[in-house]
């Protein structure tokens, strides 16, 4: 497999396992990791989750990552899925590297 | 022109379907609990006037129908994609102990269902019906007066479908659509529809739901359970024990791709198309593939659809491919009338 390829999936299974970490440990869902699909949407169908989640979500990714979600427009696009949200993150870090 | 109108509407304004592809049944009796407990593989945490959004499977765990089920006090009402309504009576027959206290009514053959789609959609019904549908949570449903409005949707903008009587649908649909200048109301056939759920990654069961795989292919777990007992439960464990080999993807090409298309990778098939059709409002084609799970992760650009010469490059991203304007628009703040007084973002 092309090494640039290899490392692309590499780095999203690894910002994947984080957010499902995240789901299981901090916002106590009741699911293997495996059973969290990467394209879930997280709020109304899907993993349904609600206001309060959405805030200890914003909290988890500070703590556990050191990225800061804001303004209204970025949360509900980055939001929308599991997928979603690695896309997100995989901006916020690249644009962290390049600083 | 007719297709563009039609999505148009269903992204910026709001657009007027009859779904007559969905079968309705209403289940009923002592059993009636027991009986969509067995039915339906999730969880069952359900109030009255709640919806949840499931699926129904085959002894193999295949997918078979796209379902909504709805608590009505102590019935449930079925809202089923998939199966006519003698399939599903079959199928629902078929899943039940002998002896089940369950009366079926199937309601397709005297109610329609009108379904009203758009990021203004809350605003004509409120005008044209009744105000109070506005407050109507996302997957819950009301009995109003002579119809029930059940708000969901598969095109990722406000969505209610209306079950009215047979008789009485053309009266409220000429209620709607004496709003249609006032809303630029397009009417939206099937294939509209279905465009804007393949653009918000809503499972499709005309669509992706034939290719015979499980709701583990299909990226659709969170609709079943596996601490419960339902119709494919064990084969769907076994099969998840077993490991599944393609996951689906969302594609997005600048050439045509269509169902049936192999996936390649360096002149290897690694899947194939299950889902495609031009985006007007992107100005680009949408797909899903099963592709082999190895592989199947947004963001590469080295993957080709269809062989030889007619290969195009396609991308894979994270779905939905549409920044849905409803996801902006606000019912206290906003009105169609005024929509251009603020700076909403693009769709894409």
Known sequence: MNPDFAAHIAQRDEILAHIRGILIDDLCMERELDEIDPDTPLFGTGLALDSLDALDLIACLYSRLGLSLQGASAHRVAMRTVNTLVDWIIEQQSEKNER | ?348
């Open chain 2, 1 to 348: 022109m007719k297709g563009e109108d039609q999505a148009r509407a269903l992204r910026h304004s709001v657009a007027l379907s009859s779904l007559t592809h969905v079968s309705c049944m209403r289940l009923a009796g002592v059993g009636a609990s027991d009986a969509v407990t067995r039915l339906c593989p999730a969880e069952l945490f359900l109030r009255d006037g709640q919806m949840l959004h499931t699926l129904f499977l085959d002894d193999n765990a295949h997918v078979v129908a796209d379902v909504y089920l709805c608590r009505d006090n102590a019935d449930f009402y079925l809202l089923v994609e998939g199966l006519s309504g003698d399939q599903l009576e079959q199928y629902i027959r078929g899943a039940l102990p002998p002896g089940a206290q369950v009366t079926l009514d199937d309601m397709s053959a005297e109610h329609e269902i009108l379904s009203i789609n758009g990021p203004y959609a809350w605003e004509a019904l409120s005008k044209a019906l009744n105000p109070e549908i506005v407050s109507l949570p996302y997957m819950s449903f009301y009995n109003m007066e002579g119809y029930t409005c059940f708000r969901a949707g598969k095109t990722g903008e406000f969505g209610y479908d209306l079950m009215v009587p047979a008789d009485d649908a053309e009266r409220i649909r000429s209620r709607l659509l004496e709003l249609k200048h006032v809303f630029d109301m397009e009417t939206a056939d099937l294939e509209a529809l279905d465009q804007c759920a393949l653009e918000n990654f809503f499972f499709n069961i005309r669509r992706e739901g034939r290719a015979k795989v499980t709701p583990i292919e299909l990226q659709l777990q969170w609709r079943v359970s596996y601490s419960k007992d339902f119709v494919g439960a064990s084969a769907l464990k076994d099969h998840k024990q077993a490991g599944v080999k393609t996951r689906l993807t969302c594609l997005l090409a600048d050439s045509s791709i269509q169902i049936g298309d192999e996936m390649c990778h360096e002149d290897r098939v690694i899947g194939t198309i299950v889902n495609a059709g031009w985006s007007g409002v992107r100005g680009d084609f949408v797909g899903m593939a099963l592709i082999e799970v190895d592989l199947a992760y947004p963001g590469l650009k080295c993957f080709t659809a269809g062989v030889g010469d007619g290969a195009v490059p396609v991308r894979t991203v994270s779905p939905p491919v549409i920044d849905n304007r409803s996801l902006f628009v606000n019912p206290q703040l906003h009105t169609y009338k005024t929509r251009d007084d603020f700076d909403f973002p693009p769709l894409c």
